[in-house]
């Protein structure tokens, strides 16, 4: 994979208009749903993007999808591979049976065992290693290398990033007329392709990031005005342990006003709260924007303020909630 | 409250087609979710009529809405009174808010702190009493007798009845090729009302009761072809430990063909297994149905069966789950 740094390399809106095309016969167009309590209590007008209710239960299948998509029938026949421990990895093995590629997941041994039954059951070949990003990469690259397999990476790539943003485009194809727009960071394919799309859709919208303050990678870079990697991340938002990726920060350093960070106490709250009024699971990194609602400047905001916010997915494990 | 309790007393669909006209500006037009994953496993065609999506957290805020809708002006200056411990209680707060009546609800003393607080957020005011049937009727009858306000029983009564129906109306006029539909069994307002609406809008289609093992007095009264009363109950499906209502009995022995039993252990396995798949939260009750398509007649049809199931609620306290 060429990994573009620069800005000048960085995704355009055609791009994402090409992805939903190219996504349309095979992701969800998720519902935008409203809660008549939820707004009460928080004093906005806020509408949900249900990627909890994407294939594969996360925003992932869109870019996953995407870059399978875009391999060729030579390529596709080589298969593909990547390494997650997370909702990409069962968004690979989906889009790649969507394909008829076959799918490698390196995932660290002792990964989740949900995780690991959804790879297998969308068709996915499990490959274990070391707990490590070295190891993860190692193994990801010896399946190339022995395979032809080809890697598609979890965040860090341009076709992740165009898929990612087809969702921000169909949020505000349904409500045009939205203030703001919201979304999860974690390595920033999704918060990078909703930059994009919201700013080509709606060029005055504002943007924001909502961080767990226990990974706040994003939020430190956004204060220095340069990637800061992640040194450790402890948060029960699961998704969002990664470090922001190369391609990703300087998309999100242009596009956003502001990265938001939440506590984890707050986060399982408004994860509660939100599970009682709407009937939908959504998972800890879901919850993040919707905690941050709860904080400057979205609390002292007029209530006629329309926010979207996109919730990333609804993958939970049943027995270890985290209240 | 005049109770009748012959079949030539009971609901036309046009008081159906009546209820939803009247409740068309309050109650939410839920939706009508399917799942990939759920149909491969159960090897049917499967339309879950999504009540847990209802406003108040269940089907019950039709009934609810349209026997308050059915009051004169005078008579809602008095007031409307019921008692219930469970989703019927909010659903009429909600509804007589609507129409701008004062809710009174007689809850057994040690209710679930999480129902009474619903009851209270609609602007309900809760009476308490002590836990037994014969303290609940004599202490809404003496809300009744000291305040004139009036009596909206739990199931057994035609407008309830009524606005109940208009879920499956809902269901057939989104999926008219249906070849069976489903919904759980307590009281009956909810299955009665799906009786006379299904069998009205398309004659040949199949009806089925589901029914927990542990309240099993719609399933004894099938067998005997004559009502008995519930004994005891021991299930974990909150919602369906009453007996079946005088005016609701001989509409469901007349409408459904069969009623399907399902043990706690399978209740709460088809529950979570909804869960994980569609990331909608359902209460055991709802579960009742999604569990009897495992057992017979439902395992052994063909893959083309469309079955509709009305998912009853989603009202569960996220600290007391049953797994």
Redesign the interface.
Known sequence: MNQPNSVADTISIDQIYQAAVRIGGHAHRT?VVTN??FNQLSGLQVFFKCE??Q?T?SFKFRGACNAVAMLSAAQLTHGVVTHSSGNHAAAIACAARQFGARATVVMPAGSNA?KKAAVI?YGGKVVECENNEAARIATADKVVRETGANLIPPFDDARIIAGQGTAALELLDEVPDLDIVMAPVGGGGLIAGTCIAARAQKPGIRIFAAEPEGANDAWQSFQKQERVPLQSANTVADGLRTSLGLLNWPIIQAGVEDIVTVSDVEIVAAM?QF??L?????EPSSAVPVAALQKPPFDGMDQSTKIGIILSG?NVD??H?P?
């Open positions: 519902p008549r309590t909890n209710l294939r239960g949900v059951r509660r599970w009682m709407t009937k939908l699971i959504i609804g049943p027995d909630l209240w």
